[in-house]
């Protein structure tokens, strides 16, 4: 049994007349620990998938498995408790919360939960010690993106999902994120997911999922994956 486990996945979303199949039969498996990055066009069902995953979501049909337990069969109260230890959730438009400061909102997510990091070392980790007292408002869509990476980290979930994670910062910082990320899933053996537009970094993965039109296209598995230092894009 894999750590994740996708089996035939449906998710319709239905407006007016219309009915989008965002997840048309999704099947995948991904280990423990692994980076698996999910790629495809805009609107191929990325963010649908993690949702899902991350029981922000429910299918209309289909098994999702995580850390063998079967989360469409949790109730409320069960899915709260799942979302808030086991998933940390990068989100692609960031969520962070207006009025609290980056320290405060990294903080707001660590009280919840009871294996947490230390909010100002996370915060250090992706380059931003002199920005913790700012509000998200002073600080640039980059340095956003970071705090909400920094939030999801310090909760040391089993399970990290993020939504385009580098898809604000300039290609130095977005190094340095990735090599956190993969950095931090082989010291703790966090199972990372990633979903990017961004084709060259896919030789990091462990494993790379290739989506269109709500269905899986291909699965990828590296056996060597290589470092972010010696990607360019
Ligand atoms: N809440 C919703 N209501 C209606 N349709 C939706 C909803 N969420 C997603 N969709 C539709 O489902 C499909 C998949 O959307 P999804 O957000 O998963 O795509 P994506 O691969 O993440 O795209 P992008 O790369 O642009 O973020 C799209 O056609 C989208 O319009
Ligand atoms: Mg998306």
Redesign the pocket.
């Known amino acids: 049994m894999s750590y994740i486990e996708m089996d035939s996945v449906y998710k319709r979303?239905r407006?007016g007349t219309i009915t989008?199949p965002?997840a048309d039969g999704v099947t995948f498996n991904i280990e423990q620990g692994e980076i698996c990055m999910i790629v495809?066009?805009?609107?191929?069902?990325?963010?649908?998938?993690l949702n899902l995953l991350g029981g922000m979501d429910f299918c209309d049909d289909g098994k999702i498995r995580v850390a063998g337990e079967l989360i469409n069969d949790f109730n409320e109260r069960r899915m709260t408790e799942f979302r808030r230890y086991d998933v940390g959730f990068v989100f692609?438009f960031y969520n962070l919360v207006q009025n609290l400061t980056a320290l405060e909102n990294v903080e707001l997510a660590t009280q919840i939960t009871n294996k947490s990091l230390d909010p100002v070392r996370v915060l250090e980790r992706v380059g931003l010690s002199d920005r913790i007292n700012n509000f998200p408002a002073q600080m640039s869509g980059g340095e956003q993106q970071r705090v909400s990476i920094a939030r999801a980290l310090a909760k040391n979930p089993k399970v990290l999902l993020c939504?385009?994670p580098t898809g604000a910062l300039d290609y130095a910082t977005g190094k340095s994120i990735l090599k956190l990320l993969a950095e931090t899933a082989a010291e703790t053996g966090m199972t990372v997911v990633i979903?990017t537009?961004n084709q060259a970094i896919t030789p990091m993965a462990d494993r790379v999922i290739t989506?269109r039109s709500?269905r899986v296209q291909r699965i990828t598995v590296n056996d060597a994956p290589v470092s972010a230092d010696s990607i360019e894009w």
């Open positions: 979303y407006t989008i965002a495809g066009p805009s609107g191929s069902g990325k963010s649908t998938v692609q939504d385009e979903v537009h989506m709500g």
